[in-house]
């Protein structure tokens, strides 16, 4: 059974900072994709991360600079490095994990960046 289990998320100030992590099991953790999306209320949900894995990265230009998207496959782990966040940066967080035709996703972790 797979399982993506996110966890990290919560409420911050605006420039605060947040490390989202997620754990997977019942994958090949090394042949897949892995990703973070977020999606704010009335909004679709967008990629906001990706790491291959050999380590090449991808990010939605609103973050790239304030985000860090890495991994360790010793564990299993993305993680999401969430730096100088912005009340925008709202939203609750879902990890993905992409092989092929295979696609999962985490359950999703709330993230809230409110004064």
């Known amino acids: 059974q797979v399982q993506l289990v996110e966890s990290g998320g919560g409420s911050v100030q605006p420039g605060g900072s947040l490390r989202l992590s997620c754990v997977a099991s019942?994958?090949?953790?090394?042949?897949?994709?892995m990703g973070w999306y977020r999606q704010a209320p009335g909004k679709q949900r967008e990629l906001v991360a990706s790491?291959?894995?050999?380590?090449?990265?991808t990010y939605k230009a609103h973050v790239k600079g304030r985000f860090t998207i890495s991994r360790d496959s010793a564990k299993n782990t993305v993680y999401l490095q969430m730096n100088s966040l912005k009340p925008e940066d709202t939203a609750v967080y879902y990890c993905?994990?992409?092989?092929?035709?295979?696609?999962?996703w985490g359950q999703g972790t709330q993230v809230t960046v409110s004064p």
């Open positions: 993905n994990a992409v092989r092929f035709d295979l696609n999962y």
């Open positions: 019942g994958i090949s953790f090394s042949n897949y994709r």
């Open positions: 790491i291959l894995s050999g380590g090449a990265t």
